[in-house]
């Protein structure tokens, strides 16, 4: 899936958000967040989508256009009760574990939409090449 499916959801998640919500949300200004729904603006920073998945309560792989992991995320700690101060942090530790993993993941997506237009260039180029000889 490529930026057309990233840019169709992100019109979608973020219809009903004024400018100034959106912008709140991506850490840029009312104007910036109408210039990226509008499309003028085709950039949007990792953080800034990772946010937005979690507060429009979506899957960072869902905005990106891409299907969920086949291994799931670890869902937080499990067993005996302890003090609500230790599960707090297990809590935290878990949901840091689980950003990283999705930063992961949108990182090596990026980089495979890259190599994929190399590719591309690259087999365009061989092809020419090939039908002047």
């Known amino acids: 899936m490529g930026n057309a499916t990233f840019n169709k959801r992100f019109k979608e998640i973020v219809r009903d958000l004024s400018d100034t919500e ?12 109408r210039k990226m729904r509008n ?16 507060k429009m309560q979506v899957s960072p792989w869902y905005l990106a256009g891409e299907p969920e992991p086949t291994t799931p995320l670890a869902q937080g700690p499990r067993g005996r009760k302890g003090p609500q101060k230790g599960r707090k942090a297990a809590h935290r530790t878990a949901e840091r574990a689980q950003l990283e993993t999705a930063e992961s993941a949108l990182l090596l997506h990026d980089e495979l939409v890259v190599l994929r237009k190399r590719v591309q260039r690259l087999e365009a180029a ?3 090449l090939q039908s002047r000889a």
């Open 22 to 33: 959106l912008g709140y949300i991506l850490g840029v200004t009312a104007d910036a967040a």
């Open 39 to 54: 499309g003028d603006i085709k950039s949007l920073k990792l953080e800034a989508a990772l946010r937005l998945a979690r």
């Open 126 to 128: 061989v092809a020419k």
